[in-house]
């Protein structure tokens, strides 16, 4: 089982930025992915970014060029600096992980591939 805990949200102006921080339990496995998911109100839960444990990146088209997603292994943490934030990235943001490789690079953006999840984290941009 995997714990994972997210802090940084806040409200900020547009254009502003903000660094959320996830926080997980475990930290020795060789191969896992994770990855940042939204959900607006009224809206379905959709993927943000990811990462796998080579460091392999991918993004939503919404946020390419605003957000970078990283990681600190060494403090199994997982960050997503977010910058130029807009009020459509309004929403509750979660982190997600699980253990193994993907198959496709773009599954890590779909929310049906995680089975470990954080408690969410609001950012409200206005």
């Known amino acids: 089982q995997v714990q994972l805990v997210e802090s940084g949200g806040g409200s900020v102006q547009t254009g502003g930025s903000l660094r959320l921080s996830c926080a997980a339990s475990?930290?020795?496995?060789?191969?896992?992915?994770m990855g940042w998911l939204r959900q607006a109100p009224g809206e379905e839960r959709q993927g943000v970014a990811a990462?796998?444990?080579?460091?392999?990146?991918d993004y939503a088209d919404s946020v390419k060029g605003r957000f970078t997603v990283s990681q600190d292994r060494g403090q199994n943490t997982l960050y997503l600096r977010m910058s130029a934030l807009k009020p459509e990235d309004t929403g509750m943001y979660y982190c997600a992980a699980d253990v193994g490789a993907l198959s496709d690079r773009c599954l890590g953006l779909s929310p049906d591939t995680y089975n470990y999840w954080g408690q969410g984290t609001q950012v409200t941009v206005s």
């Open positions: 475990e930290g020795a496995y060789r191969k896992y992915y």
């Open positions: 990462i796998e444990s080579d460091g392999t990146t």
